[in-house]
Nanobody
Framework: QVQLVESGGGLVQPGGSLRLSCAASGFTFSRYRMGWYRQAPGKERELVTSISAGGITRYADSVKGRFTISRDNAKNTVYLQMNSLKPEDTAVYYC?????????WGQGTQVTVSS
């Protein structure tokens, strides 16, 4: 049974930091491209960042220099370090695992940036 379980969301003030985690099970984690997406109220889900099986990372322009994705294949976990958070980063953040023919999603974790 495939599971992606996100954690680490919450309320943070502008300029603050959060670290999201996504624990994976039920598939061969190391083979999958892992990504973080987000969806703000009234907006479409968008790709924030991804990391390939080989460790190549990509970032949306809006988060470059502020967010860092990493993975620990020994722990089947992907992380998202978010620094210098802005109110516009407020959204539900979803973990994604992708391999041709397979596409898995977590339930999401809420991140709210507000003073």
């Amino acid at each position: 049974q495939v599971q992606l379980v996100e954690s680490g969301g919450g309320l943070v003030q502008p300029g603050g930091s959060l670290r999201l985690s996504c624990a994976a099970s039920g598939f061969t984690f190391s083979r999958y491209r892992m990504g973080w997406y987000r969806q703000a109220p009234g907006k479409e889900r968008e790709l924030v960042t991804s990391i390939s099986a080989g460790g190549i990372t990509r970032y949306a322009d809006s988060v470059k220099g502020r967010f860092t994705i990493s993975r620990d294949n020994a722990k089947n976990t992907v992380y998202l370090q978010m620094n210098s958070l802005k109110p516009e980063d407020t959204a539900v953040y979803y973990c994604n695992a992708f391999l041709t023919g397979a596409d898995y999603w977590g339930q999401g974790t809420q991140v709210t940036v507000s003073s």
